[in-house]
């Protein structure tokens, strides 16, 4: 039976997904081969990455100035492609920190150039998201970055940062990546490992204007320079055949969702809304269990949350697993529980969460 899974990270893939993926495993469509067995040059898999990029730019409404490109190194390996595709002749970028992955993005930018903290909520413990009337930007950054969902921390940006013309803005997307829609001629570029909202591990997903494109750094190797993968479609080298189809995949399901007044992307974005209301609701209305987020900046997708009670913790989960709700342990550096409640995580599955939150409390608190 599958259970509820609440991670962070490889996550739950919607169900339908999964049952076509096992259709089509042996023999993809009649061809005779498993979508791993094709040629990635081959008829079959040209088509299956060209639907997937014309299905994304339609839920995403990416216009021809942006290049999609099909990827692998995950968000880690783009923290160093960013300031390696992006610095040109600039010697420093603007960072926000907001948490431990824009931490790490920081920490790893270092490498490659002089990196400006232009606001932090370190010392806010990384419970709110630096207005941008706090913000310290500096005119000379090759770009400034920010990560749009902190998957540790559970924070999120409601809103989007205006940066000038020439300072274009970059994000990590990797856990709200297709939860919403997005305005992205306000960006020039994002990036978003598959494994949250798209898929599974292996693809890494970066968009980015075109005009960005042709000043990396000579050292950058070919296969993870912007500008080569974009001339070549994603094909420079070998790209991850089944993670593309996979997320080929979730775009179809997503795309199921249009509604007659809702696009496809407001219709998921409506519905993470409303799972996101439920849990916080139930955390809130106990003093047993505790959130530590500001209001304003809860993150929809990953819901950190603590009991009371931490020698509970352990008995919160073994119940919780055996009534079918998995991976709700939060993450080690922050202890605690933390639900991911990605598109793929139905209402149903939010709902067995807030029953058990309840039931819980009624028996141990
Ligand atoms: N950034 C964010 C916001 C993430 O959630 C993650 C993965 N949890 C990463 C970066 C790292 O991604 P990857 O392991 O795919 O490189």
Same mark, same amino acid.
């Given at each position: 039976m599958r259970v509820y899974n609440f991670s962070a990270g490889p996550a739950t893939v919607p169900e339908e997904v999964l049952q076509i993926a096992a259709a089509e495993m042996i023999d993809w469509h009649g061809c005779?081969?498993? %979508?791993?067995?094709?040629?990635? $040059?081959?008829?079959?898999? !040209?088509?299956?990455?060209?639907?997937?990029?014309?299905?994304?730019?339609?839920? +995403?409404?990416?216009s021809s100035d942006f290049a999609v490109l099909f990827m692998q190194g995950g968000a880690i390996a783009q &923290?160093?492609? %960013?300031?390696? &595709? +992006?610095?040109?002749? $600039?010697?420093s970028a603007d960072y926000v920190d907001t948490g431990a992955w824009s931490s790490r993005s920081i920490k790893e930018a270092r490498r490659y150039c002089e990196v400006n903290i232009i606001a932090s909520g370190q010392a806010d413990h990384y419970t709110r998201i630096p207005r941008q009337s706090e913000w310290h930007p500096s005119a000379a950054a090759a770009y400034l970055h920010i990560c749009t969902n902190e998957t540790i921390g559970?924070?999120?940006?409601?809103? !989007? @940062? =205006?940066?000038? *013309?020439?300072?274009? +803005? %970059?994000?990590?997307? /990797?856990s709200d990546f297709m939860s919403r829609p997005l305005e992205m001629r306000r960006y020039g570029l994002i990036y978003a490992g598959a494994q949250k909202n798209a898929g599974i591990a292996g693809l890494t997903i970066v968009i980015v204007r075109r005009d960005l494109l042709g000043r990396s750094h000579p050292l950058c190797? /070919? *296969?993870?320079?912007?500008?080569? %993968?974009?001339? &070549? =479609?994603?094909?420079?080298?070998?790209? @991850?055949?089944? /993670?593309?189809?996979?997320?080929g995949l979730v775009f179809q399901w997503i795309l199921r969702h249009a509604t007659p007044d809702k696009n496809a992307l407001e219709a998921i =974005?409506?519905?993470?809304? =409303?799972? *996101?209301?439920?849990?916080?609701?139930?955390?809130?209305?106990? *003093?047993f269990y505790e959130t530590r987020v500001a209001r304003e900046d809860r993150s929809r997708m990953n819901v950190p949350f603590f009991l009371a009670e931490p020698r509970l913790d352990e008995l919160f989960l073994a119940e919780a697993r055996e009534r079918g709700l998995a991976q709700l342990k939060g993450h080690k550096s922050l202890g605690g529980m933390r639900a991911s409640?990605? &598109?793929a995580m139905p209402i149903a599955g939010v709902d067995a969460l807030t029953d058990y939150l309840r039931d819980f409390e009624r028996r141990h608190g």
């Open positions: 005779g081969m498993s %979508v791993m067995e094709m040629s990635h $040059r081959g008829r079959e898999f !040209t088509e299956i990455a060209t639907r997937a990029q014309a299905d994304l730019r339609q839920l +995403l409404g990416i &923290n160093a492609l %960013v300031p390696l &595709n +992006l610095l040109g002749q $600039r010697k559970g924070l999120e940006y409601h809103w !989007t @940062p =205006e940066t000038r *013309a020439d300072i274009p +803005l %970059v994000a990590d997307m /990797s190797p /070919s *296969a993870f320079d912007y500008r080569i %993968v974009a001339e &070549n =479609e994603s094909m420079f080298n070998t790209p @991850p055949t089944y /993670s593309i189809y996979l997320a =974005e409506a519905r993470n809304i =409303e799972k *996101a209301r439920r849990l916080y609701a139930a955390l809130d209305a106990s *003093a409640i990605y &598109n």
